[in-house]
């Protein structure tokens, strides 16, 4: 069997490798190299070093969305995954018409970016026209909205997959701690948390990863504005690259910090998190 | 181990063969008389393109592909378009500033028909070596739009600052025609006198592209220029003139602007909330589509935008172009013939003329127009019977305005102010150093 699996190995990884290669990994290099280049279009480009890198800091631009990206994410992640950790425990509990609940909570996240962004727009809009104000009246109100949409687009994922860790947990450890006399917070923190880690895990990757990707949502519930001040890293990357004339190349290396950036945040937190992974 | 290689061979040969499926099929017919991609920048008339494709193919053999981008993302799309084997062959540009975006991929037009038969030859985009890369298909203008049946009841209330709205030639009249409508809006059954000024992100382009272009002009005229590196905006007063007289006499609070978007304003115009919006010809099918709209072709008609910059009693509307076609110097020598058959085609048969003009709606600039062949749409014929009327019109200069980070930058301060976040010096000076910032980074 093993004999077999060695010799057809080749065989069946081609076609992924294949396609991985074609659909991954050549972008990737060709968006490595064009960070270095002039261009217009992807064919004609031009080397011209790291000239693109430096410009790509010539303008306040970057820094600002950076240190809003991290504001925003900071508090998204935290808001998140404490919001859907609550309610993965509450409907983990004999209720009725959990499997509704659960539904109706995954429901927001099969919506797009994009549509959703529009909707919470007339949404927030609608509220601060009873106080004579608009979302881009200042920063504040488009930094929270933002909040208040990505969270109620992200925590019905995120509560799904606590919910599969929270069943994973072994009843017999549950039952060893309740006749060992631990109260049912003490259960929770001790015993429950440290088993579900795996899931911890995913969720903070996944919050991570996605807060600071954050893309459609800002485009179209403030669309950066006011004067910019609410531009996440991925809206101005993509505004340097279309909205600036010759500017493709900055955008490119813009979007390869953006990659490093993201890449190195989410590798130290997989790090952490799976240290304090346990074993049942 | 024989096995091995025959194995990974033979999954070669399948991923091959079947990648190459994929792309083959579309490639096979490049016969000698060549084909037509066309990138249709408007969405709005995305059909009659389609119609004109299938028309031109059934007359003349040829076979047309006409893709629409959607609002807004032109360039993003011909940008990914271009690079494929199947690139477009035709497309447009707008202006200087596109043409340096696009240089690499503009033939040069000089000796093309369509070119030869521009009737102005000025209007064209020439390059530093005077070649022709973009000519024109359609002229625009653009300024405050009125509905003559509320400016008439308007006439016709008692103490009335003036009784026609020929009278309206500068911009202290208007000031006092507006406000005094204001005041009797109830009268008048309108929430106000100006639509929307709508400021949404992305939907501030009647300002800081239209609106703007005026005092630039002024000021390039003022020193003698087509363009400049570092603008004073002297004639920041005239602007601000006409911004805060929208702002004040308005169907919409300044502070709820943020939320208004073009559609908004048209809407409001189209359903009588209020008389006047600045707009171009163009909004004449927008208008015309709302439902419930009560605005009648007969009753509509454009006004110049006074800011009271000297001389205006004289000036006409704003007109120009942001509408140049482009062939594609890297498709194929037939594709090139191909297209620029088709071009010449449109502005020259009956056909191709009758879309053009009925259909499409441009006032296109070629002398194989005759005198009848004019658009029938209102703000079209009331554009030209401004233009034919002697008044000086305002070219279009906005096509120099450095990139769209240096309008998004105008607009949002614009949004400030109109919100009282920001003070009118603030608005300034975003303009003067966004202006001189993005013009720089245009000559690196």
Redesign the interface.
């Known amino acids: 069997m093993e004999k077999t699996m060695k010799k057809y190995f080749p065989l069946f990884v081609l076609p992924t490798l294949v396609a991985f290669l074609i659909a991954f990994v050549v972008p990737f290099v060709m968006g490595v190299y064009l960070s270095f280049c002039e261009f217009t279009t992807v064919t004609n480009a031009r080397f011209v070093g790291t000239a693109n890198y430096i410009k790509a800091f010539s303008n306040q631009d970057f820094l600002r969305a950076l240190i809003f990206t991290v504001l925003f994410a900071g508090v998204a992640i935290v808001t998140i995954n404490v919001f859907g950790f609550l309610l993965a425990l509450m409907l983990t509990q004999k209720l009725p018409g959990r499997n509704l609940f659960r539904t109706v909570f995954f429901m927001p996240n099969l919506i797009g970016g994009i549509v959703l962004g529009y909707i919470w727009q007339s949404m927030i809009n609608g509220v601060l026209s009873g106080f004579g104000m608009t979302m881009l009246m200042d920063a504040k109100y488009g930094y929270w909205g933002l909040i208040i949409l990505m969270n109620w687009q992200m925590i019905g994922y995120i509560m799904v997959i606590y919910i599969a860790g929270l069943q994973n947990v072994s009843t017999d450890v549950l039952e060893a701690a309740k006749i060992d006399g631990a109260n049912k917070l003490r259960t929770l923190f001790r015993v429950t948390i440290p088993m579900m880690m795996p899931s911890i895990t995913i969720c903070l990757f996944l919050t991570i990863s996605n807060s600071f990707k954050m893309f459609d949502q800002n485009l179209a519930l403030t669309g950066g504005g006011p004067s910019g001040k609410t531009t996440m890293l991925a809206l101005d990357i993509y505004k340097t690259f279309y909205d600036k004339v010759g500017f493709e190349g900055v955008g490119q290396a813009k979007a390869v910090l953006f990659f490093l950036i993201v890449a190195g945040i989410a590798m130290v937190q997989l790090v952490l998190t799976r240290h304090k992974e346990v074993e049942s | 181990m024989k ?2 290689l025959l ?2 061979l ?3 040969v ?2 091959i063969s079947a ?1 190459a499926g994929c792309g083959s099929a579309e490639n096979q017919e490049d016969s000698d008389t060549g084909s037509v991609y066309y990138m249709n920048f408007k969405p709005e008339v995305a059909e009659v393109w389609e119609e004109i494709a299938e028309v031109y193919e059934q007359e003349t053999g040829v076979k047309v592909k006409v893709v629409t981008a959607a609002g807004g993302n032109y ?2 799309t011909l ?1 990914s378009e ?2 494929k084997s199947d690139a477009p062959t035709l497309f447009q540009i707008n202006g200087p ?1 596109g043409y ?3 240089k ?2 503009c033939a040069d037009l000089s000796d093309t028909q369509f070119y030869q038969a521009l009737s102005d030859k000025e209007l064209a985009i020439k390059g530093e070596d005077g070649g022709v890369y973009g000519v024109p298909y359609t002229m625009e203008g653009y300024g405050i739009i009125y509905n003559l049946e509320i400016m008439n009841r308007y006439f016709a209330t008692t103490g009335a600052v003036v009784g026609s709205i020929e009278e309206i030639n500068n911009f202290a009249t208007l000031k006092a025609v507006v406000e005094d409508m204001q005041s009797k809006k109830e009268e008048l059954g309108i929430r106000g006198v100006f639509a929307a000024t709508s ?4 939907e501030e382009w009647r300002w800081h592209t239209h609106l703007a272009n005026l005092p630039v002009y002024a000021e390039y005229q003022a020193n003698g220029v087509t363009d400049m590196q570092e603008i004073n905006f002297a004639f920041q007063k005239n602007f601000k003139n006409i911004f805060d007289l929208y702002l004040q006499n308005s169907t919409t ?1 300044p ?5 208004k978007g073009v559609n908004d304003s048209m809407a409001e115009f189209a359903l009588g909330q209020c008389a006047m919006v600045q707009n171009g010809n163009w909004a004449w099918g927008q208008i015309a589509e709302v439902s419930g709209n009560v605005v009648k072709a007969e009753n509509i008609g454009f006004l110049p935008i006074y800011m009271g910059l000297e001389g205006e009693e004289n000036q006409g509307l704003s007109v120009g172009t942001e509408n140049y076609f482009c062939i594609n110097s890297q498709a194929s020598e037939a594709d090139r013939k191909a297209s620029a058959d088709f071009v010449y085609w449109l502005i020259s048969s009956p056909t191709g003329k009758d879309y053009m003009v009925n259909k499409l709606g441009n006032v296109a600039p070629f002398t194989t127009f005759t005198e009848e062949e004019k658009p029938a749409d209102p703000l079209a014929k009331s554009m030209l019977k401004i233009m034919e009327s002697g008044k000086v019109s305002i070219p279009w200069i906005f096509t120099t305005f ?4 240096f309008k ?2 105008f607009g ?2 614009l ?2 102010y109109a ?1 009282g ?1 920001m003070d009118w010096n603030g608005v300034v000076s ?1 303009v003067q150093e966004q202006w001189k ?2 013009k720089a ?2 000559n ?1």
């Open positions: 096995k091995r194995g990974t033979l999954s070669m399948l991923a990648l360039e993003s940008k271009i690079v500033i340096q975006a696009w690499d991929y400021l949404l992100p992305s609070e502070k709820m602007l943020g939320s450095p990139s769209q980070t998004d930058a949002g301060a949004l400030e919100q976040t975003v910032a993005e980074l245009l690196q």
